[in-house]
């Protein structure tokens, strides 16, 4: 199984359209998740839907994203962890797991994992949320920079409260 790291640094140049806070609907890969408010829904290649926050002017842009991985059958959510977890340490320049725990994501058992590393210029401080169902995996990543974490954790939070799935 190979983790993929489709949730990384989302920039401000990318094509956007505005949102308020609206419920996202993917029938395809049964799920419904509502974008923080005032964020602008990007596109990304590899990532189901992905938001950034209202620009500062700055380089980097705080980001939220969900993708959604097809798994061999029988993966559990410890094997998936940590397959995330090798993957991460090669992607992420000086990636340190901050923290780990067990969460519920839409109502089924899953992960959450705090991590912190550097990609090209950035500090950034990453909280992603897990879970398996049908078949895949359901990540929701949320990044800014690690100075400005405390402020990305009430964002996570209703992010992650407001996943369901759609089956």
């Not at 725990?101 to 899953?110: D, P, S």
């Not at 169902?133 to 992010?159: C, E, H, I, N």
Request: hydrophobic share 45%; charged share 15%.
């Amino acid at each position: 199984m190979q983790h993929s790291l489709r949730s990384g640094v989302v920039l401000a140049a990318l094509a956007s359209v505005s949102v308020a806070g609206a419920e996202y609907v993917n029938a395809a890969e049964g799920f419904a998740v509502t974008a923080p408010r005032g964020w602008k829904q990007v596109s990304v290649p590899g990532v189901v839907v992905a938001f950034v926050a209202p620009t500062s002017g700055g380089k980097f842009s705080v980001n939220s994203n969900v993708t959604v991985e097809p798994l061999p059958a029988g993966v559990t959510i410890s094997q998936y962890a940590q397959a995330a977890q090798g993957t991460l340490k090669r992607v992420i320049t000086d990636y340190k797991l901050v923290s780990s725990r067990n969460v519920t994501l839409g109502g089924v058992a899953g992960r959450e994992q705090i991590f912190s590393g550097r990609q090209g210029e950035f500090n950034l401080y990453f909280m992603q949320t897990f879970a398996l169902s049908g078949g895949k995996a359901y990540v929701l990543t949320g990044t800014t920079q690690f100075k400005d974490r405390a402020s990305l954790t009430p964002v996570m939070a209703a992010f992650v409260k407001s996943f369901k799935f759609r089956r």
